[in-house]
Structures are given as C-alpha cells and as structure tokens.
C-alpha cells in the first residue's frame, strides 16, 4: 500500500518559516517525481513545485525564492523549505506522486500551514 505521509506544518508569523516532509512507503522513491500542492478554504488546488526523479525543480511564479523542494532518496522523503512566508500561503499542503497509468496521482492527508499578518 502506497503512503504519502506530510508533516511540519504549523501557525507561523508572516516572514517566517516552515519545513515540511513527505515521507513514502509502498513505491519506489527514487524513480519517481514528485509534487507539492496547496489548497487554500475555497480555492482549487494548486501545484507549487515539482522535483524530478533526478532533482530538477521548478516552481509556481508566487514561490519562486522562497520556496525550495528537495529529496533524500536514501530516506524516501521529500521536503519543502518555505521561508518569507506571507499570509496568502496559507492552505493546506499537500505531496503527490504522479503515474502514467491509473490511479494516475497518490496524495498525502495534508498538513495545514497558516501563516498569521
């Protein structure tokens, strides 16, 4: 069984920062790329950045220095450093995998982020 399990999240003041992690059992970490996602109360979901399989990245424009996604093959676990957090980073975050074929994404439960003005 596929797990996608976030953590870090947390109430933080405008400015500061945030880890977060995503630790996966049940599928081969390192050929995978991978994801992180938000979604703020009314809002659609929202990719925030990406990490290949070999450790590319890119990013939405509203992250772009701020946040930075890594990998630890060794630990099977993805993290997104988030610093000069602002009040409209608040959402929930969640890590996916995407697949080719069916079920085509594995999502975490989410770790809820707010950032406070």
């Known amino acids: 069984q596929v797990q996608l399990v976030e953590s870090g999240g947390g109430l933080v003041q405008a400015g500061g920062s945030l880890r977060l992690s995503c630790l996966v059992s049940?599928?081969?970490?390192?050929?995978?790329?991978m994801g992180w996602y938000r979604q703020a109360p009314g809002e659609q979901r929202e990719l925030v950045g990406s990490?290949?399989?070999?450790?590319?990245?890119s990013y939405e424009d509203s992250v772009k220095g701020r946040f930075t996604i890594s990998r630890d093959n060794a630990k099977r676990t993805m993290y997104l450093e988030m610093n000069s957090l602002k009040p409209e980073d608040t959402a929930v975050y969640y890590c996916?995998?995407?697949?080719?074929?069916?079920?085509?994404?594995?999502w975490g439960q989410g770790t809820q982020v707010t950032v406070s003005s």
């Open positions: 996916n995998i995407p697949l080719i074929g069916p079920p085509y994404h594995y």
């Open positions: 049940g599928i081969t970490f390192s050929t995978n790329d």
């Open positions: 990490i290949s399989s070999r450790g590319s990245t």
